[in-house]
T-cell receptor, first 112, second 116 residues
Framework: NAGVTQTPKFQVLKTGQSMTLQCAQD?????MSWYRQDPGMGLRLIHY???????DQGEVPNGYNVSRSTTEDFPLRLLSAAPSQTSVYFC???????????FGSGTRLTVV | AQTVTQSQPEMSVQEAETVTLSCTYD???????LFWYKQPPSRQMILVIR??????QNATENRFSVNFQKAAKSFSLKISDSQLGDAAMYFC?????????????FGSGTQLTVLP
């Protein structure tokens, strides 16, 4: 039981490049979310999913896409990276009815 | 929209002493959950304690306890007998128990330093 696994842990991109941050959970959780963490601003919700095939936007969705083809995986795609997307990204999951989320260990992304 | 406010960007406490971190929130919901998460330098988000809004009794987890004042929309965290390992960033978070989203909203965090 690995919990929530995020890859990569670190990434440097050039402005305009695209990439996918991976998130996988092996707990059969229906709810999954992506957050970004910036200094002084806490964690802000980017996108979330309440089950396979269902996604929705959070507070800061611009510049990001998600899909949820399976219960286990919830990748986050950066379409054309910008320096403003330099941040630490967290994926989290929980089953329905549960009170708390399980978080991955985060991905530190730098866009130069 | 819900908001969560942590008005103390930094706090410090002497080892073995007690410290209280403040959190206020704004919501029109009646059913919700409140959480405190700890983020040490390892970056991992660790759930410290949670409180259901419908419960009047304050939650307690070992040295960690909360003071939940629903009418005042206040949710403070008290750490007793502080230890060096308690040094971390602490985030207060809110989650509604209704609606399609039911996602977490975080405060901006309080950096806690524990002095030996």
């Amino acid at each position: 039981n690995a919990g929530v696994t995020q890859t990569p842990k670190f990434q440097v991109l050039k402005t305009g490049q695209s990439m996918t941050l991976q998130c996988a959970q092996d707990m059969n959780h229906e709810y999954m979310s992506w957050y970004r963490q910036d200094p002084g601003m806490g964690l802000r919700l980017i996108h979330y999913s309440v089950g396979a095939g269902i996604t929705d936007q959070g507070e800061v969705p611009n510049g990001y896409n998600v899909s949820r083809s399976t219960t286990e995986d919830f990748p986050l795609r950066l379409l054309s990276a910008a320096p403003s997307q330099t941040s630490v990204y967290f994926c989290a999951s929980r089953p329905p009815g549960a009170r708390g989320y399980t978080f991955g260990s985060g991905t530190r992304l730098t866009v130069v | 929209a819900q908001t969560v406010t942590q008005s103390q960007p930094e706090m410090s406490v002497q080892e073995a002493e007690t410290v209280t971190l403040s959190c206020t929130y704004d919501t029109s919901e009646s059913d919700y959950y409140l959480f405190w998460y700890k983020q040490p330098p390892s970056r991992q988000m660790i759930l410290v304690i949670r409180q259901e809004a419908y419960k009047q009794q304050n939650a307690t987890e070992n040295r960690f306890s909360v003071n939940f004042q629903k009418a005042a929309k206040s949710f403070s965290l008290k750490i007793s007998d502080s230890q060096l390992g308690d040094a971390a960033m602490y985030f207060c978070a809110y989650r509604p128990d209704s609606g399609s989203a039911r996602q977490l909203t975080f405060g901006s965090g309080t950096q806690l330093t524990v002095l030996p």
